[in-house]
């Protein structure tokens, strides 16, 4: 079992004007049926509202405490600004108490400032990008992840995703300069079942170990292969492969290059 190093972080419970309760659903829906299977249980949260417009412009703010968010997988940061106002941001690596941040338009692109993504130089990492002008950070927001600046051009940003897809982005949106923090958080081991259960992750059962009335992949002696052409669900439903993006999404256009997928050993 391994955990994450929160050295980093300042011993202060979260502010409690920033915080609000949850209810979990346990994987059900507004009519009580479970439509996400092994969830439930866990640990009591306390979610904290995390700004991601980031929208208080040309007011330059002072980063007062780094703290863990149990909702995501980044660290977040308390900022105060000049005004007193104190609002939780998605903390980028390398941050530090007492760092100064602004968003402006042409603010310099120097680690957590938010500017414009066109005033951004190329070859910059960037984090809690703006899909749509003034919606607030959409992409890129869990731990050690970035974009990077590609090119500028006909009012378009073109950014490299981690998962190694290109696309187009209006270069009037926003974007935080850095890397999300916490980029060892992917080299965790959870090492046992009953950590897994205080995250709120039931048993699952694969369908291999099934009976044949269970699951299309159950019975047989021994470990037994799949036995059908293609991947299924409990349910029979073709899945494994199969694209679910549609074919006429109003943003395929402004993708340049699809994720490179890997191969199959």
């Not at 002072?62 to 941001?89: Q, S």
């Not at 300069?177 to 992750?201: D, F, Y």
């Not at 199969?242 to 199959?264: A, E, G």
């Amino acid at each position: 079992m391994s955990v994450v190093d929160y050295s980093v972080l300042s011993k202060v419970k979260p502010t409690k004007r920033l915080t609000s309760n949850i209810q979990n659903s346990a994987g059900r829906n507004n009519q009580g049926r479970i439509t996400m299977r092994h969830q439930g249980g866990g640990v009591k949260k306390t979610y904290r509202m995390v700004d991601f417009q980031q929208n208080k412009l040309n007011v330059p703010g002072k980063v007062e405490t780094l703290e863990y968010d149990p909702y995501r997988t980044a660290f977040i940061m308390k900022v105060v600004y000049r005004d007193g106002d104190r609002r939780y941001h998605i903390a980028p690596e390398g941050v530090k108490v007492g760092d100064a941040i602004i968003t402006a338009e042409n603010a310099a692109p120097t680690l957590g400032n938010r500017l414009y993504l066109k005033n951004i130089p190329v070859g910059y990492g960037v984090y809690n990008i703006e899909l749509h002008p003034g919606k607030g950070g959409q992409l890129i927001r869990s731990a050690g992840n970035q974009a990077q600046i590609l090119a500028q051009e006909s009012g378009y940003t073109d950014l490299k995703m981690p998962s190694g897809e290109v696309r187009k982005v209006l270069w009037g949106n926003f974007a935080s300069i850095g890397q999300t923090s916490n980029s060892e958080w992917n080299l965790v081991s959870i090492g046992k079942a009953g950590r897994s259960r205080m995250m709120g992750i039931r048993p699952t059962v694969r369908g291999t170990a099934m009976n044949p009335v269970d699951h299309p992949y159950g019975g047989g002696e021994g470990k037994q292969p799949r036995g059908t052409k293609r991947p299924k669900t409990i349910w029979g439903k073709v899945t494994g492969g199969h694209k679910t993006r549609h074919r006429k999404k109003y943003s395929t256009r402004l993708i340049v290059s699809r994720r490179v997928r890997k191969s199959r050993k």
